[in-house]
């Protein structure tokens, strides 16, 4: 953890920047002294985190801005590597936008309020998110929030009271809206057995989502 005002206690005292320290050669097998590597400069090093990042997943400018600024590149160098990243394509917040929206909306059963908050927390505009959101409609969204309650019901035991009941709140958590949520668990229980399908057709789907959402205002 760093100390008072952020700084590397590695760097106590000595001035230099997190990306310019600990670079030493390998020792020798014969004992002499590990030859010193040449020095870099800020924008081979900030190029060299870039690449590390984006090697376990694509990331966000937002997302690299962030890992270089931990490693006190400074300001001017960043703009200056991530500019030229995003004219030739390496990171791009659009495409990025588009390809965790698909994947996980696809992957996860995710709704488009917990794909903007994903994407939001990975430094994406809302203007882009919007796009890339856009491509997740309504009917889209009812149909996987009907694919996850009928895959969890499938093992699911309980009272038919007990099964509405957290099967709405496993959507919730997924961030679809209570409307959608409800009627996609009524409809499944519906589809269910008797004793299911007679709890559903007692159940008043728009009062209960109406209820919902006022609770959440």
């Known amino acids: 953890m760093y100390g008072a005002g952020g700084t590397d206690p590695g ?28 020095p870099r400069s800020e924008s081979e090093v900030a190029r060299e985190i870039c690449l590390r990042q984006l090697a376990i997943r694509p990331r966000t400018r937002a997302e ?20 030229r990243y995003d004219e030739v394509g390496i990171i791009d917040d659009a495409a990025f936008a588009r390809a965790w929206v698909s994947t996980r909306h696809q992957g996860r059963g ?8 994903e994407l939001r927390q990975r430094g994406v505009d809302a203007e882009t998110a919007g796009e890339a959101l856009a491509a997740v409609d309504d009917e889209a ?12 019901l499938r093992t699911a035991s309980g009272t038919p009271d007990a099964i509405f009941r957290r ?9 679809y809206p209570a409307g959608v949520a409800i009627r996609a668990v009524k409809d499944a229980l519906a589809a269910r ?3 299911a399908a007679e709890f ?16 959440q205002t």
């Not at 005292?13 to 014969?30: I, K, L, S």
């Not at 969204?141 to 969890?152: F, H, Q």
């Not at 099967?167 to 961030?175: F, H, S």
């Open 11 to 38: 760097s106590a005292g000595t001035g230099t920047p997190a990306w310019a320290r600990g670079r030493r050669g390998r020792a020798r097998d014969d004992g002499a002294p590990a030859r010193q590597e040449p």
């Open 64 to 83: 690299l801005t962030k890992a270089l600024l931990r490693k006190e590149i400074s300001e001017e160098v960043i703009a200056e590597v991530l500019d």
């Open 110 to 117: 995710l709704a488009r309020r917990a794909l903007a908050n």
């Open 141 to 152: 969204e009812a149909s996987a929030a009907r694919d996850l309650v009928d895959r969890k």
């Open 167 to 175: 099967l709405v709140a496993m959507l919730a958590r997924k961030g």
């Open 193 to 195: 057995d008797a004793e």
């Open 200 to 215: 559903a057709d007692a159940l008043d789907a728009d009062a209960l989502a109406d209820a919902a959402e006022d609770l």
